[in-house]
């Protein structure tokens, strides 16, 4: 990536461990020359990132429920208080009743479906919200994370699907909202990967092996590879793209039926 993002600030949200596509991502930025602020949830995840925070020269983490206004608020405004501004936001925060996410979509309850679409989409407007002030002098990005589960039928995937379907409906009209200003909203979608988040879904192992034996590059993303396509979306070098879903798939996402061995 070589010096692409030197001079630039940005926050990222949803680091849980260092096989994260959080991580991946933030791990690209930082070797691009980036400075990082993070957010976690939660005392346990805090303990966990503060090391990763620190192999990448960043001192800053804070505690942050994308579902409490406060701590959102709170969160926010430290970060305002340390950077007046910021050249970009990684989004990577998604949530459901992992019980829901196994069996018929059609068992989908009325709480888990209003929660998961709140943590899983609705977030994004609340920390746009939040970040447009420390964007918009300048321009920016904002990016988030999504699955092809948002528009074709992935079993097990079930409310999931919905909410990124919500989430890519919301980059579309963030991007319109904020261009005038020179903000750039993007999401980014990897195939299937060995995550804590993607592990809840049941049947994981399979989708995982069969995405990876009939994709047309016959391989899973990485999270270098997830990072690599943040940092251009991030840098000067994606100044024109916003709006977008980039698919970071080895290609699956273009298929119609799986490869003639395989059938």
């Known amino acids: 990536m070589g010096n ?38 939660g005392e346990a995840f805090g303990k966990r990132l503060e090391p990763l925070a620190e ?15 406060a701590t959102l608020d709170r969160a926010f405004a430290e970060l305002g208080e340390r950077w007046p501004t910021i050249d970009f936001l990684v989004h990577a925060i998604a949530y459901s009743d992992k019980s829901e996410l196994t069996g018929r979509f059609i068992n989908t309850s009325r709480d888990n479906f209003k929660h998961s679409l709140d943590i899983s989409a609705y977030s994004f407007i609340e920390v746009a919200r939040r970040a447009y002030p420390l964007m918009r002098e300048h321009g920016g990005t904002m990016l988030t994370l999504t699955y092809q589960g948002s528009n074709r039928v992935v079993p097990n995937y079930n409310v999931m699907g919905v909410a990124k379907a919500a989430l ?96």
């Open 4 to 41: 692409t993002m030197e001079g630039k600030r940005g926050l990222i949200m949803g680091v849980a461990n260092d096989r994260s596509i959080a991580w991946g991502i933030a791990k690209a930025m930082a070797e691009a020359g980036a400075e990082l602020a993070f957010t976690y949830q």
């Open 168 to 263: 890519e409906a919301t980059t579309r009209y963030l991007a319109n909202d904020l261009g005038p200003d020179g903000i750039r909203v993007n999401a980014i979608s990897p195939g299937p990967m060995k995550t804590l988040a993607g592990a809840a879904i049941g049947g994981a192992r399979k989708t995982y092996k069969h995405t990876e034996a009939n994709a047309p590059l016959r391989s899973n993303a990485t999270l270098e590879a997830v990072g690599g396509t943040a940092v251009w979306l991030a840098s000067d070098a994606g100044a024109f793209t916003s709006g977008e879903v980039i698919h970071v798939d080895g290609g699956y996402h273009v298929l119609g039926m799986p490869q003639p061995e395989n059938l």
């Open 55 to 69: 192999s990448v020269g960043s001192d800053f983490t804070v505690d942050c429920d994308v579902t409490d206004d």
